[in-house]
């Protein structure tokens, strides 16, 4: 694995490269060096295994309005040259781009962990022992398993030829396991992403999938309508994704977005508040552009307070520019898993969500199905699993009619996300599946 | 002369060099030989009974522009070496991006060592297929070659399409992109195969928005036009320009549109819309690993399980055929990642069910002989897996044009462009909306409509087909990235359609009031 100043020397010496050949461009770079892990696995056993060791070189110049970028994942000298002068001369030949804006110079960064030494020496006999524990359960209840565990250690450093240098390392991981009865009537899942290997528990995501996939077996049929769900913190996420690829001031200011309107109004329940802060929520510490992510709040007790907005459109619109965030947490509410249940007459609990798609912009409607787990809510208690439904769903809606929140969070998608269960009303199922 | 065995038995870049200068135009880097000669020589002494290796670029251009101005120019390119093996009985993998003799043994050790990690805890062993050891050159036939057109040009094309849309009253936003991909790569295997190929895909689009001045509502349509496995001559003769008037007034006539009433109906569906339902409810359920459980923890399994092969799939109209050579598509090429030269086959005959998509590992998991030639890998760093050949529905017999299938509909919406899409885990339901909509009353388009979507479960769906469009309305669609695996990996894919009528098809409102 390469340092950080490993990765700095080389941007610093690709700039050089920029300035000597062009002393007139601004330019700015970024180096990923990443080593990437993973065990793949299915019917039970080990398909798959492979170790990936890459760098990628970012550059993008610019000479007044006109710019170019170029990736790379060579560095001999030969191919960075060739890099620079790819990027120059496709930035020569562009037309203009009014939205240029000057690259970024030197910044403050609130520096966070996101490297775990132990999750970075996690080998391939110790990913093979975890695997073989996670499939323990499913073993002793005669259950075909399936699944996937990929481990990242790696850096990032962005530099720029107006003194932008920062820098963070980091580790990962996603572990997710599908356990399925092998008449083919039952499946489960269970899925975990965390930065740190201590937190990697491979026997619990293999104990919770096989657990949904016993109870999930010989699903009844039950009528497809508008129902009272309870959403696990899978499903909650697919929600939550669509409402924070949304939250784009521009797209509001120009008369496309769901949130037209609606800055500074109630959206959602106020029970729901959404956060990102790289202090809490295991993201880097700076965007896309090297811009420093402060903590932002941006639904405060259902208040829409605050949307992303670029440096071109913060120049535009005389805003401050927000920086682009790819981290979110949804606040924990006070309610226990058995009390979401509480209270139901007839729902259904979904505990996670498939091909989830866009439909509608304007009404944030989406499609999706439900799948690996699906039951049937009978006066407060899980009475009998339930065949899947395809819904069609306004996001905006589901979580305006959200009145009970768990306390507990996970983060079963991305290591960035924290996300809660919920309960919410009126929920559109809207036809049946005959997948299990 | 090149054996299977000799590649791994004497190693070394004088041993490989016949076999280059026998096939044809394949360039001879001794660098690659000795990459090649290499990984294979520490394969071997570290156990493997197999190993292949990929050295691998792959270079994407894009250009785009928003509204009146540039947006993007962008070029990224990615070069590395995978190795592959099989020890004991299980894979190993392990790539990285120096393409150097040593590292690629140190590769071929790392790959050796996770295969006997996994090895230990498996009890089914890895089988191939029989495969010729090909030597061989392919590349796309094309004329101009897309990286060497200046991006200026093409920012300069993308710029007069954008003036075209806004010129149009009520257009209030654009945006346009052409994206340029290269796949170069040589495979070498233990086996003795040598082969390269070259594979260049145009990726052109752009969709127009209007925002209704007084409701706030807004409407996109994007362009029908396809990616292809071609140079620029494409763009050139496929109406990229010429059409932009038309979108634009499309877009128009969207927002103002009717909205549909939902229930029950006769669906005419374009070729540009039914591409990605043969892709999604055809495509990906008859993929050998899925049926069986290997991608069940994330793209789900399928109903299309061998016990279901000589069933009834479709109408006895309908013939659904895979092919790796069909000209223009996305995932048409020589030979696969496994070495096996590509071909045509059957995989709905007559509505019947017959066959499957297959690479060298799974050909014996249903008992065939060879494989079908359906591996690939993205890039160097991803492990080859059994991914989807063009798939596509084979024309009716009659020349039968699309005004033909309106004339013979009493009560339907004819359907047009690909919108929103979404399937279940195992291949039954589906939901899709189009682009632009239309009634049909009498045989005749009545009017266009708005917020349409259709909802079915595949095999239902596909027995419903009563009436196909000839060859005159088959035509080539694509998915530039179509998703698989874990990781996740990225395969370009066409599927040539007929236009095509279903009967009795679940027609949704899926407007602000959420049709059910």
Known sequence: MWTELQALTLGKSLLGLVKKADPKAEAQVTVWQTHRAHTRFARSEITTAGENDDLSVSLSVQRGLRSASAQANQTDPRALEHLVARTLGNARLAPELPETMPVLGPVKVTRNQLHDPAMAKLDAKARAEGIVAALGPSKERDLLTAGFLEVYDGLVARLSSEGLSVSAPFTDSNFSVTARTKDGTGSGWNALSTRRRAELDFEKVGRLAAQKAIASARPKTIEPGRYTVVLEPAAVGDLFEFFAQSLDRRSVDEGRSCFVGKLGQRVINERLTLRSNPQTTPMLPFDGEGLPLAPRTWVNRGVLESLAVSRYWAQHKQLAPTGGYDGYEVDPGDATRDQLLQGVKRGVLITRLWYTNLVDPQSLLITGLTRDGTFLIEDGAVTSPVRNFRLNQSVLEALSKVDAVSADRESPGASAWKLPALRTHEFLLASQSDAI | ?516
């Open chain 2, 1 to 516: 002369m090149l054996t299977r065995r000799n590649v791994l038995l004497a190693g070394g870049a004088l041993a490989l060099a016949p076999a280059l200068s026998r096939a044809r135009g394949l360039v001879a880097d001794e660098t690659y030989l000795a990459v090649v000669a290499s990984a294979l020589e520490a394969a071997k002494k570290a156990g493997a009974s197999y190993a292949d290796l990929r050295i691998h670029r792959r270079r994407e251009e894009s250009v785009s522009v928003r509204d009146d101005h540039l947006e993007a120019i962008d070029d990224a390119e990615r070069f590395g070496v995978g190795v592959r093996v099989i020890v004991d009985g299980a894979w190993g993998f392990a790539s990285s991006n120096l393409v150097q003799p040593k590292e690629a043994a140190r590769l071929a050790q790392v790959a050796c060592a996770l295969a006997k990690a996994n090895a230990s805890v498996m009890t089914k062993r890895v089988e191939l297929a029989p495969n010729p050891a090909h030597v061989d050159v392919w590349q796309t036939p094309l004329i101009k070659d897309p990286f060497k057109i200046p991006v200026s040009d093409k920012a300069e094309l993308l710029l007069a399409v954008a003036e075209r849309l806004r010129a149009v009253k009520g257009i209030s936003f654009c945006h346009a992109w052409v994206s340029t991909r290269l796949e170069w790569k040589l495979f070498a295997s233990s086996e003795g195969a040598l082969i390269e190929q070259s594979q260049t895909r145009l990726g052109p689009g752009y969709v127009a928005t209007a925002v209704h001045p007084t409701s706030g509502e807004f409407a996109s349509r994007a362009w029908d036009g396809q990616a292809l496995q071609a140079g620029w001559e494409h763009l050139e003769t496929s109406h990229f320009l010429e059409d932009a008037p038309r979108v634009a007034e499309d877009t128009l006539e969207k927002l103002h549109a009717a909205s549909v009433t939902p229930g029950k109906k006769d669906l005419i569906l374009d070729a540009s819309n039914l591409w990605l339902t043969v892709h999604e409810s055809v495509g990906h359920p008859t993929e050998l690993d899925r049926a069986l459980g290997y991608e069940a923890n994330m793209a789900g399994t399928s109903f299309a399980t061998p016990d279901t092969l000589g069933t009834m799939y479709a109408s006895p109209l309908v013939t659904l055929y895979a092919d790796k050579t069909t000209p223009g598509g996305l995932a048409t090429v020589g030979y696969d990642d496994d070495g096996v030269r590509t071909g045509r086959w059957n995989l709905v005959e007559r509505g019947k069910f017959v066959g499957y998509q297959t690479t060298r590992e799974q050909a014996a998991w249903l008992g065939e002989k060879a494989s079908r030639g359906c591996s690939y890998a993205m890039d160097h760093a991803s492990v080859p897996f059994q991914r989807m050949p063009n798939v596509s529905l084979a024309p009716g017999e009659k020349d039968l044009s699309t005004a033909d299938l309106i004339k013979a509909t009493d009560d339907g919406v004819y359907v047009v462009g690909t919108g929103s899409w979404s399937i279940d885990h195992q291949r039954y339901n589906f939901q899709f909306t189009g682009q632009t909509f239309f009634e049909v009353k009498q045989g005749k388009i009545t009017r266009p409509l708005k917020d349409v979507g259709y909802q079915s479960n595949t095999p239902a769906f596909w027995k419903s087909c009563d009436l196909l469009g000839g060859p005159s309305t088959w035509r080539l669609g694509s998915a530039f990235d179509d998703g698989k695996g874990e990781p996740m990996q990225s395969n370009p894919v066409s599927h040539g359609c007929p236009s095509a009528r279903f009967r009795g098809v679940s027609v949704i409102n899926t407007g602000a009031k959420q049709g059910a």
